[in-house]
């Protein structure tokens, strides 16, 4: 079993920065891929960025791609979201997601685990 508790959300205005932290515990040696997810209201989730727990694979989706980077800290077990320029379309509800099997994914169905989700606000 593998536990995600994400932290690091919050209220901001357009244009700043916020740094969202997914932490991992339990049976992390069998993770292939962690991503951040977010859903805004009335919408499906979506992947927003994807990283291979080997540092061989990364994603981002177009809408954030230049603005937001992750990264992992293996020695921490910590998968970071650095988010930079922020917009008001960038406030969700963001998961941190982790899977087990090989190719990645880039669909809810596609992760075993999950975190609670931390909030992102962006004012204009």
């Known amino acids: 079993q593998v536990q995600l508790v994400e932290s690091g959300g919050g209220s901001v205005q357009a244009g700043g920065s916020l740094r969202l932290s997914c932490a991992a515990s339990?049976?992390?040696?069998?993770?292939?891929?962690i991503a951040w997810f977010r859903q805004r209201p009335g919408m499906e989730r979506e992947a927003v960025a994807v990283?291979?727990?080997?540092?061989?694979?990364?994603y981002y989706t177009d809408s954030i791609k230049g603005r937001f980077t992750i990264s992992q800290d293996n020695a921490e077990n910590m998968v970071n979201l650095q988010m930079n320029s922020l917009r008001p379309e960038d406030s969700a509800m963001y998961y941190c997601?982790?899977?087990?099997?090989?190719?990645?994914?880039?669909?809810?169905?596609?992760?075993?685990?999950w975190g609670q989700g931390t909030q992102v606000t962006v004012s204009s």
């Open positions: 997601a982790a899977r087990r099997n090989f190719g990645h994914s880039l669909v809810p169905s596609g992760y075993s685990y």
């Open positions: 339990g049976s992390t040696y069998s993770l292939k891929f």
């Open positions: 990283i291979g727990t080997g540092n061989d694979y990364s």
